[in-house]
């Protein structure tokens, strides 16, 4: 299956189902707890958000506990999860919906237009921030919470319930520090922050530990060439799934056989992999600041910040990238 023989497979889905994680070196597979996540995601806009929930539930690194949809359409954030989620095998993950409109959709519709949310075998939460802060309050363990979209779902935990923050950590998606898109030499004001500043500003100021990849490491990761078809060809089911939505987001946005080529650029997945480790990755503690314009400016009197703000070796991360998301599914923690 996917470039991996199948005993290695059927070894480390028995090592898995003992609570068990392959060392990064390759050595045998060692108990280590699994770390308790919340996913915060906008996905059904950009496709990279299915990217890092596929990449996420392929890490066996990670407990996934509840995918919130985030920045309105709500049921078709849902449906989206929730079928993603189904073909996983992952129906133990809760969904819930975020807050702003139950109306509209995006490029995905197709994937999703037969699929009714009431036939989801897990929790659907109505109100997905009341369950943000259940899950992080009940659990006896701290919880990362993975944010790759607009964070309104987050301000508006943290202003219903201000203790999540003693037991959580943030890692998010969002800002430009010292390069723009595609690498420019010039800070912009990235998306996931200029669409809802106050919210992004209020993630990032909040008393947890913040980790964030901005423009200057995620935006640099695309994936192409035979690296592009390992993806592309692959039988598993979740990432069949993936590809499928990519080749319907494309078509939806008339990019041709773009599906059939290359990815797009993978920003949200590099969030996932600051969740799991950091290795590839430079990492430097910066005090910064969200303007109200949706910049995020160095600033001394801001909250220091861990941020990625280079790659050593990015290849290697789209290697890594690569190999989770055309790997074995997780099953889930015990």
Known sequence: MCHIETLTIFALAVALAAGATWAADGDPPARKARVRVILDTDIG???DDTWALAML????????KLVVGDLGKTLYRARLIARILQVAGRTDVAVGLGVGSRDGDG????????????????KVHEDGVGAIIDTITKSP???TLIAIGPTPNLKAALERQPEIARKARFVGMHGSVRKGY???????????VKVDAKACRACLEAPWDVTITPLDTCGLVHLAGEKYAAVRDCKDPLTAALVANYRAWAAAGKQGDKAARESTTLYDTVAVYLAIQQDLAKMEKLAVRVADDGKTLLDPAAKVLNVATE???????EDFLVKRVTGPPVPAAK
Do not use: C, F, M, R
């Not at 539930?57 to 996934?64: A, N, Q, R, T």
């Not at 519709?109 to 897990?122: E, M, N, Q, T």
């Open 182 to 192: 595609g690498g420019k030499p010039t800070i912009e004001a990235e998306y996931n």
């Open 141 to 143: 363990e701290p919880v």
């Open 45 to 47: 806009d950009d496709i």
């Open 107 to 122: 490029g995905q519709a197709a994937w999703v237009k037969d699929y009714d949310l009431k036939s989801y075998p897990g």
């Open 57 to 64: 539930l392929k890490s066996p690194e990670l407990d996934l």
């Open 311 to 317: 790659w050593k070796d990015l290849p290697a991360y």
